[in-house]
């Protein structure tokens, strides 16, 4: 069967280690890559969750990597690659791709995805619950309401709020307790989203966000 030539994305988020031969592995295959395409974009991500992911690099039709693509001229694999490498740090991926730049930045700017946010993510706005019934949930879940801190009760197999309560603060971080009680609201906090950072290509390196000069990048 003939190797497939789709486009591939790399993230760089940390990885359990599994040995010398995985790491020459994922080195091998970054390098191949770069061989293969025509351009390369380190991309940066937030709230990353690895359903969404996997939805935006189906649409890429990707798979992922993470490598040292060379951090200097001397080492670089191929002209201008030591450029890219000191841009993956982080939250950070790499993605190959023989799209055309056009193309690519329309999936990138069009892919966002709402989600529930996590222990000490920042709240985007107030949630507070008025006193009375909460008719949202089953009797069977006022004991794990309370475990969450709600100041519930059972009034004839119905959940009561006996009094207002403020499940969050906008502008503070998450407790556990709170992020859990969103979800139960299904009210979503989170956002994950893609923002390219550079592009390469064998004819120019392009530099996307903003306040980064190429001359940071070769100081750094």
């Given amino acids: 069967m003939p190797k497939s030539k789709r486009n591939r994305a790399v993230t760089l ?34 709230n990353m969750r690895n359903l969404k992911f996997k939805e935006f690099r189906d649409q ?23 450029k890219i490498s000191k841009l993956v ?32 993510t920042t709240a985007t706005e107030k949630v507070e619950l008025q006193e009375g019934p909460l008719d949202q949930f089953t009797h069977e879940m006022e004991p794990f309401l309370r475990k969450q801190g709600m100041p519930v009760r059972l009034n004839r197999g119905v959940v009561e709020l006996v009094s207002d309560y403020v499940v969050c603060e906008e502008g503070k971080p998450l407790s556990p307790e709170a992020a859990r009680i969103l979800r139960l609201l299904d009210i979503k906090m989170a956002t994950f989203r893609l923002s390219l950072i550079c592009r390469w290509s064998p004819d120019e390196f392009e530099l996307y966000r903003e306040g980064l000069e190429e001359s940071d990048i070769e100081s750094s």
Avoid: M, W
């Avoid at 890429?60 to 030591?82: C, N, T």
């Avoid at 950070?92 to 529930?116: A, H, I, M, P």
């Fill in 89 to 120: 740090r982080g939250d950070s991926g790499l993605c190959f791709t023989n799209l055309s730049k056009e193309e690519v930045q329309r999936l990138f700017n069009e892919f966002e995805e709402n989600d529930f946010a996590r222990t000490g």
């Fill in 13 to 46: 988020s940390k990885t359990k280690k599994k040995g010398k031969e995985h790491k020459e592995n994922i080195v091998n295959s970054i390098r191949e890559c770069a061989e293969k395409y025509c351009s390369v974009y380190v991309f940066s991500f937030e």
């Fill in 60 to 82: 890429l039709k990707s798979s992922s990597r993470q490598v040292a693509l060379g951090r200097s001229v001397a080492d670089e694999i191929r002209p201008g690659l030591h």
